[in-house]
Protein backbone atom coordinates (compact mmCIF):
# COMPACT_ATOMS: atom_id res chain seq x y z
CA UNK A 1 0.00 0.00 0.00
CA UNK A 2 1.34 3.39 -1.02
CA UNK A 3 -0.24 7.19 -0.58
CA UNK A 4 0.71 9.49 -2.19
CA UNK A 5 -0.35 13.27 -1.15
CA UNK A 6 0.76 16.63 -3.57
CA UNK A 7 1.22 19.67 -1.16
CA UNK A 8 2.11 22.78 -3.04
CA UNK A 9 3.42 25.76 -1.02
CA UNK A 10 4.59 29.34 -1.89
CA UNK A 11 8.18 27.51 -2.70
CA UNK A 12 6.70 24.48 -4.77
CA UNK A 13 5.30 21.65 -5.22
CA UNK A 14 5.96 18.45 -2.52
CA UNK A 15 5.13 15.10 -3.25
CA UNK A 16 4.30 12.61 -0.39
CA UNK A 17 5.14 9.47 -0.06
CA UNK A 18 3.97 7.26 2.54
CA UNK A 19 4.10 3.18 2.49
CA UNK A 20 5.78 0.67 0.33
CA UNK A 21 6.96 2.05 -3.21
CA UNK A 22 7.05 -1.28 -5.66
CA UNK A 23 6.40 -1.98 -8.88
CA UNK A 24 2.44 -1.61 -9.14
CA UNK A 25 2.61 1.43 -7.41
CA UNK A 26 5.46 3.24 -9.01
CA UNK A 27 3.58 3.48 -12.44
CA UNK A 28 0.64 5.24 -10.36
CA UNK A 29 3.66 7.78 -8.44
CA UNK A 30 5.17 8.20 -12.14
CA UNK A 31 1.36 9.09 -13.36
CA UNK A 32 1.10 11.61 -10.67
CA UNK A 33 4.23 13.05 -11.08
CA UNK A 34 4.00 13.33 -14.92
CA UNK A 35 0.34 14.56 -14.30
CA UNK A 36 1.94 17.63 -12.22
CA UNK A 37 4.59 18.13 -14.61
CA UNK A 38 2.11 19.22 -17.21
CA UNK A 39 -0.61 20.89 -15.10
CA UNK A 40 1.52 23.58 -15.46
CA UNK A 41 2.71 23.69 -11.97
CA UNK A 42 6.82 23.71 -13.16
CA UNK A 43 8.43 20.90 -11.36
CA UNK A 44 7.68 19.19 -8.35
CA UNK A 45 10.15 20.70 -6.03
CA UNK A 46 10.76 18.12 -3.53
CA UNK A 47 9.78 14.10 -2.96
CA UNK A 48 9.55 13.13 0.39
CA UNK A 49 10.16 10.27 1.31
CA UNK A 50 10.74 10.12 4.95
CA UNK A 51 7.32 7.83 5.67
CA UNK A 52 8.15 4.97 2.93
CA UNK A 53 9.38 1.72 4.79
CA UNK A 54 10.09 -0.30 1.49
CA UNK A 55 11.29 0.10 -1.84
CA UNK A 56 12.02 -2.13 -4.32
CA UNK A 57 14.39 -1.34 -7.62
CA UNK A 58 11.56 0.00 -9.74
CA UNK A 59 11.33 2.62 -7.25
CA UNK A 60 14.59 3.54 -6.69
CA UNK A 61 14.60 3.87 -10.46
CA UNK A 62 11.62 6.17 -10.24
CA UNK A 63 13.30 8.12 -7.65
CA UNK A 64 16.57 8.85 -9.61
CA UNK A 65 14.52 9.98 -12.72
CA UNK A 66 12.59 12.59 -10.22
CA UNK A 67 15.89 13.67 -8.93
CA UNK A 68 17.80 13.57 -12.15
CA UNK A 69 14.46 16.10 -13.34
CA UNK A 70 15.66 18.40 -10.26
CA UNK A 71 13.55 16.98 -7.51
CA UNK A 72 15.13 17.55 -3.94
CA UNK A 73 14.38 14.16 -2.41
CA UNK A 74 13.81 14.37 1.39
CA UNK A 75 14.31 11.39 3.55
CA UNK A 76 14.53 9.66 7.16
CA UNK A 77 15.70 6.48 8.36
CA UNK A 78 18.10 4.51 7.60
CA UNK A 79 17.56 2.40 4.63
CA UNK A 80 15.31 5.55 2.99
CA UNK A 81 18.75 7.85 3.66
CA UNK A 82 21.40 5.27 2.20
CA UNK A 83 18.49 5.05 -0.70
CA UNK A 84 18.92 8.65 -1.48
CA UNK A 85 22.42 9.03 -0.96
CA UNK A 86 23.08 5.92 -3.53
CA UNK A 87 20.85 8.18 -5.93
CA UNK A 88 22.95 11.41 -5.29
CA UNK A 89 25.87 9.75 -6.05
CA UNK A 90 24.81 8.46 -9.68
CA UNK A 91 24.02 11.88 -10.80
Same mark, same amino acid.
Given at each position: ???? %???????? %????????? %??????????????????????????????????????????????????????????????????????
Amino acid at each position: MLRV %TEKRTEHG %TWLILEGRL %TRPLVDEVKRCWRRLLTRGTGSVTVVDVREVSFIDESGKALLSQMHHAGARLVSSGVLMNSVVQEIKKRT
